[in-house]
């Protein structure tokens, strides 16, 4: 599995982008950075649809978010970003460059990201 993250001993998540520790998601948006079940299954789909040249493949990340009612997932990934993709459900492999993803670097950015598609 591709989660960045293990839990500490509370059974609570740390998170490596540092904005994301006291980050409250808008109302638009699921939190699911202390919700396993959720991300997992959302985890799953995603393994399933990422192409071999996706530039997410290859890459640790774990889902934190997902948004309400889109197909679309936030993850926080291993080196200090944050993507946000729309899944297709189409139980398989895409074709590049799908699943649409589109990675932000700051809370800022990922604010405005949010706000101009919800």
């Known amino acids: 599995m591709s989660d960045l ?7 609570l998540y740390d998170f490596l982008v540092e904005w ?4 409250q998601f808008p109302e638009d948006f699921e939190d699911l950075r202390n919700s ?3 991300a997992d299954v ?3 789909e995603l393994l399933r649809e990422l192409p071999p040249v ?3 493949s290859g890459q640790k990340w774990s889902v934190i978010a997902k948004a309400i009612p889109q197909d679309e997932i936030v993850l926080e990934l291993d080196d ?4 946000l993709v729309h899944l297709t459900w189409s139980k ?5 460059p799908y699943p649409l993803t589109t990675v932000v670097s ?3 950015e990922f604010e405005t990201l949010a706000c101009d598609r919800y």
């Open 5 to 11: 993250r293990q839990p500490n001993c509370a059974g």
């Open 20 to 23: 994301l520790t006291a980050y």
């Open 36 to 38: 396993g079940a959720q």
């Open 42 to 44: 959302l985890a799953r």
């Open 54 to 56: 996706h530039e997410l």
């Open 80 to 83: 200090d970003r944050v993507a």
């Open 92 to 96: 398989g492999p895409e074709q590049a």
């Open 106 to 108: 700051s809370q800022s």
